[in-house]
């Protein structure tokens, strides 16, 4: 049985929320503001995460982030007040895997919920470390060295090269980059995937004007390869 934790400082929502879940067969657990809902996810290690973005003592983005350096691959869907651009590219940024603007419709939250549950599940198990040229990336902790040297990586860049990880040698489209690791089709540009693959390329390539690792196909979208 899956266990899903809703942090929301407002009791109404709280309540839908569960009511909404708990008879699809999900164990609910609620937490009314960030600093609790990182309390409740230290301690249960849920399979979902739904968060609201302001909440008291400790807002959406922070508990976000918190979540995210424990554990990269828990799903997490924001519930936002705003549709913005600036936003939403914030949410992903900060390791979010999708986020439903409020008012929401019941039935769209629980089909997003299942589709994110869904990619999770179906994402092939890699090992702990992953290594390619002279970079070594270790996915639990979000830690990867270059030569021996500390690299920073935001956590949707880790969540990119983890895809390519999973699929080197295929070509994959930019859509498929949006849809399977943003998670959602109706970003409004894949111009933040190129943004991200030059991020990648200046950041772990010996030449980013000639990369060997993150291969552009034209007219198709991406290949990752490990050697050249």
Request: glycine share 6%; hydrophobic share 40%; net charge neutral.
């Amino acid at each position: 049985m899956e266990r899903i934790l809703i942090v929301e400082d407002d009791r109404a929502t709280r309540k839908a929320l569960k009511q909404l879940f708990e008879p699809e067969g999900y164990t609910v657990e609620i937490a009314e503001n960030g600093e609790a809902g990182l309390t409740a996810y230290r301690a249960s290690r849920p399979h979902f995460v739904i968060m609201d973005l302001r909440m008291p003592k400790l807002g959406g983005q922070e508990l976000c982030r918190e979540i995210r350096k424990d554990s990269p691959d828990v799903p997490i869907l924001v519930l936002t007040g705003s549709a913005g651009e600036v936003d939403r590219v914030l949410l992903l940024e900060l390791g979010a895997d999708d986020y439903v603007t409020k008012p929401f419709s019941p039935k769209e939250l629980l089909a997003r919920v299942r589709a994110v549950l869904r990619r999770s599940k179906r994402s092939p198990a890699i090992g702990e470390q992953f290594s390619f040229g002279d970079v070594v990336v270790d996915f639990q902790k979000m830690e990867l060295t270059r030569a021996g040297r500390p690299v920073s990586l935001t956590p949707q860049e880790f969540k990119v090269l983890k895809y390519f990880s999973q699929n080197e040698g295929r070509v994959i489209a930019r859509d498929e980059l949006l849809n399977e690791v943003w998670g959602y089709n109706s970003y409004p540009s894949t111009r933040t995937v190129d943004a991200h693959i030059l991020t990648l390329r200046q950041k772990l390539e010996k030449e980013p004007s000639n990369p060997v690792h993150f291969l552009t196909v034209h007219s198709a979208g991406y290949k990752f390869v490990l050697e050249s």
